[in-house]
């Protein structure tokens, strides 16, 4: 291993070894209400069809599953 990425590699060790103190999340007016839009958008309220999205993600996964490494 070469002397800089050592030393990189120490230096991220050293910062691990350090816990930084996170305080609670504020989110601010602006993307509660952006949120609230969104929830109450007629496509997201209860009892509305929601079968296109079990259709997305089948058809996001057989994608993926059909892709070949090059």
């Known amino acids: 291993m070469d002397p800089e990425t050592k030393r990189a590699l120490e230096a991220i060790d050293r910062v691990c ?3 930084i103190e996170t305080g609670p999340v ?6 509660l209400r952006d ?7 007629p496509e997201n309220r209860p009892r509305t069809d929601k079968t296109w ?4 993600d ?3 996964f057989a994608h993926y599953r059909a892709a070949r490494r090059k």
């Open 26 to 31: 504020e989110l601010d007016a602006e993307y």
């Open 17 to 19: 070894e350090t816990p």
């Open 35 to 41: 949120v609230a839009r969104v929830v109450f958008l």
């Open 58 to 60: 089948e058809e996001w």
């Open 53 to 56: 999205v079990e259709l997305a």
